[in-house]
């Protein structure tokens, strides 16, 4: 990272606590305690942004993992649906941000194909639910986008590759993973990871402005 993390403590607290949800969810039963924890993360990361950098593109990317915080709940106490339309509205609201934050140059355009026809198509290979591919095609706009937007790629980018692989893991536990002990290892790390990175990305994109 060629700036520092600003609010360190914040942002320390924020990995801590969606760390440790990775543990407690391996131990604890499902319950309040443990889907308020799931959310505690992301929530945390939302508000690091958000005092991090006071700008429009600082505000809307806290908006956006809140928004993510939110499904993580829902995912818990309201099931896969629900918790799937806030992510839906969170990858919409990413999507904008990206989108009218991208960059001049073309390069990485053929990335963002990929990205936006690989993640849908892949979704649906693995899991064979119309739901999910509806889900996945705004889940595959957003790293499409992210990739070509201004902010650093080897942090945003990178994370909205992450977070689309965690989202594929779960459509895949439908169809080739179903039983597979790799979702369960796999899924919350690259989801935490991504969602760490994009926050970063665009806090000391903003700040660096």
């Known amino acids: 990272m060629t700036h520092r993390i600003p609010n360190p403590a914040l942002f320390l607290a924020a990995l801590v606590a969606g760390l440790s949800y990775w543990a407690a969810s391996h131990i604890l039963p499902a319950g309040a305690v443990l889907a308020a924890w799931k959310g505690a993360g992301v929530a945390l990361l939302a508000v690091w942004a958000f005092v991090s950098a006071p700008t429009t593109a600082g505000r809307w990317i806290a908006l956006v993992l809140a928004f993510g915080a939110l499904g993580d709940v829902l995912l818990e106490t309201s099931g896969l649906t629900v918790g799937a339309v806030a992510f839906l509205i969170g990858h919409v609201l990413a999507t904008a941000l990206y989108w009218s934050n991208r960059r001049t140059a073309r390069d990485g355009t053929t990335p963002a194909i990929l990205l936006m026809l690989g993640v849908p198509l892949t979704a649906y290979a693995v899991s064979g639910s119309p739901g999910v591919l509806l889900y996945a095609l705004a889940l595959g706009a957003m790293a ?6 201004r902010f650093p790629r080897s942090q945003v980018g990178a994370g909205a590759v992450l977070f689309a692989l965690s989202d594929l893991l779960i459509f895949a536990r ?25 926050a970063v990305g665009v ?7």
């Open 203 to 209: 806090v000391t994109s903003e700040r660096a402005r």
């Open 174 to 198: 439908m169809g080739p993973l179903a039983g597979s002990i790799v979702p369960d290892l796999l899924v919350w790390p690259l989801y935490l990871a991504g969602q760490a990175m994009i």
């Open 144 to 149: 499409a986008t992210a990739w070509i937007s």
